[in-house]
């Protein structure tokens, strides 16, 4: 008998004794390249995860680690007391690719919906003493505590009461369920494109049209959490350009950096302008390599044309998953946009998501019956072909 630990059993118990438990792992992963990572072990999978949406142009992209390379060799930090030359030039990027408006950077989704939300409210401060934020049920928006007051899932706020107050919420996709929660103390509507966290489900053109008709009637903000389906998973740069609806700001992270952590707060030029020196800040925002890494995921999107690849690759996911769910009743539905892509089941998804990293694809469970795909934008149509082929193994094998 070998009683000497795997190397993932030792990473494991390192971990146990070390890491405070918040996720609940099952593989250590230690190498990866494109849409490849590889285990502790040496085993091969193929990361349909991406980080969840993170890698956005598949891990270890040569550009990407090129431009890591050279900000680090020439400056990595500044502080925002000092301007630096990179931070600007994303800010630039992002602006001309949606609102026209300018950035606030942070480091990551919650701190990003968090600058989302403070905006909001010393905008409703300013315009008649609002400062309430209508927000959907089965939301997420992250694990601050507002952020995950934000969030309209009783689950990850049990326990932490007493809450910030200043959320209502709203039923998802019910134009009329928002109209009910707006009071004259609201300053904002929040909603993502498509609920991620919440099961992939993404919102009708009516709910998204009729919510931004709605606040432009009551004079408030529409702001849109765009951190999952934000730079290019949808196959445009942001989902709501795929509905033909402009918010008044939105947030990024996850894909923004490609991995280097990094969010933002995007908004329109007159709301932009609500921030003010001593209104917001935040020490590592917007550093030089956190916007050299940016820059180069958006320039990578660009030279690659992979909103084009994320739109084609994503429509070829979801064909081949349709197919194999009418061969399995037990998959009973296939929803998304682009490369955000879920697969609804009759029964809890966790067992198919291990089922599915045991035949070397990683996804995730999401919800109590989905498994969500989340690709990087990078994504071949060969390698979207192999996936097929280890779900309709799983499927067939029960
Ligand atoms: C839509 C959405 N908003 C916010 C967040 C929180 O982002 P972070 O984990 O970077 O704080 C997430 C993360 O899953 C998300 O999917």
């Not at 999107?301 to 009418?326: M, V």
């Given at each position: 008998?070998?009683?000497?630990?795997?190397?993932?059993?030792?990473?494991?118990?390192?971990?146990?004794?070390?890491?405070?438990?918040?996720?609940?792992?099952?593989?250590?992963?230690?190498?990866?390249?494109?849409?490849?990572?590889?285990?502790?072990?040496?085993?091969?999978?193929?990361?349909?995860?991406?980080?969840?949406?993170?890698?956005?142009?598949?891990?270890?992209?040569?550009?990407?680690?090129?431009?890591?390379?050279?900000?680090?060799?020439?400056?990595?930090?500044a502080s925002n007391l000092y301007y630096n030359e990179v931070q600007p030039r994303l800010a630039q990027a992002l602006a001309e690719r949606s609102l026209g408006g300018a950035c606030f950077f942070g480091n990551s989704?919650?701190?990003?919906?968090?600058?989302?939300?403070?905006?909001?409210?010393?905008?409703?401060?300013?315009?008649?003493?609002?400062?309430?934020?209508?927000t959907m049920l089965n939301s997420f928006h992250g694990r601050t505590l507002a952020t995950l007051t934000a969030t309209g899932q009783t689950k990850v706020q049990k326990g932490f009461e007493p809450l910030p107050d200043?959320?209502?919420?709203?039923?998802?996709?019910?134009?009329?369920?928002?109209?009910?929660?707006?009071?004259?103390?609201?300053?904002?509507?929040?909603?993502?494109?498509?609920?991620?966290?919440?099961?992939?489900?993404?919102?009708?053109?009516?709910?998204?049209?009729?919510?931004?008709?709605?606040?432009?009637?009551?004079?408030?903000?529409?702001?849109?959490?765009?951190?999952?389906?934000?730079?290019?998973?949808?196959?445009?740069?942001?989902?709501?350009?795929?509905?033909?609806?402009?918010?008044?700001?939105?947030?990024?992270?996850?894909?923004?950096?490609?991995?280097?952590?990094?969010?933002?707060?995007?908004?329109?030029?007159?709301?932009?302008?609500?921030?003010?020196?001593?209104?917001?800040?935040?020490?590592?925002?917007?550093?030089?390599?956190?916007?050299?890494?940016?820059?180069?995921?958006?320039?990578?999107?660009?030279?690659?044309?992979?909103?084009?690849?994320?739109?084609?690759?994503?429509?070829?996911?979801?064909?081949?998953?349709?197919?194999?769910?009418?061969?399995?009743?037990?998959?009973?539905?296939?929803?998304?946009?682009?490369?955000?892509?879920?697969?609804?089941?009759?029964?809890?998804?966790?067992?198919?998501?291990?089922?599915?990293?045991?035949?070397?694809?990683?996804?995730?469970?999401?919800?109590?019956?989905?498994?969500?795909?989340?690709?990087?934008?990078?994504?071949?149509?060969?390698?979207?072909?192999?996936?097929?082929?280890?779900?309709?193994?799983?499927?067939?094998?029960?």
């Open positions: 008998m070998n009683d000497t630990p795997s190397a993932t059993e030792s990473i494991a118990a390192l971990y146990k004794r070390y890491v405070m438990s918040t996720y609940a792992q099952s593989l250590a992963l230690v190498r990866g390249k494109g849409t490849r990572v590889w285990d502790a072990e040496g085993r091969e999978y193929l990361d349909f995860l991406a980080g969840i949406a993170v890698t956005a142009v598949g891990h270890c992209h040569p550009r990407l680690q090129k431009a890591i390379r050279k900000q680090a060799g020439t400056l990595i930090h989704g919650a701190e990003a919906n968090e600058g989302l939300i403070k905006l909001a409210r010393l905008w409703g401060s300013q315009n008649g003493g609002r400062w309430r934020v209508v200043g959320f209502d919420y709203a039923t998802f996709n019910d134009v009329e369920s928002v109209r009910a929660k707006i009071t004259d103390r609201t300053a904002a509507v929040l909603v993502e494109a498509v609920q991620g966290e919440g099961g992939v489900v993404p919102a009708t053109p009516e709910f998204l049209r009729g919510v931004r008709t709605l606040c432009n009637e009551k004079g408030i903000l529409m702001l849109m959490d765009e951190i999952q389906t934000g730079l290019g998973r949808t196959g445009r740069w942001f989902a709501w350009q795929n509905y033909g609806v402009e918010p008044d700001a939105f947030s990024l992270a996850k894909g923004l950096g490609g991995g280097y952590p990094i969010g933002a707060v995007v908004a329109a030029p007159g709301l932009a302008s609500t921030f003010q020196p001593g209104n917001h800040g935040s020490t590592f925002g917007g550093t030089p390599l956190a916007c050299a890494a940016a820059l180069a995921v958006i320039e990578t999107i660009d030279a690659e044309n992979l909103l084009e690849n994320a739109a084609a690759r994503g429509a070829q996911f979801k064909e081949g998953l349709e197919k194999i769910a009418k061969r399995h009743p037990f998959m009973t539905a296939v929803r998304g946009i682009g490369l955000m892509v879920g697969l609804v089941l009759d029964r809890p998804s966790k067992p198919f998501e291990a089922a599915l990293r045991e035949r070397g694809l990683l996804a995730i469970a999401t919800g109590e019956n989905v498994v969500r795909f989340l690709p990087p934008l990078t994504v071949t149509a060969g390698q979207v072909r192999k996936a097929l082929r280890i779900i309709r193994a799983t499927a067939a094998a029960g």
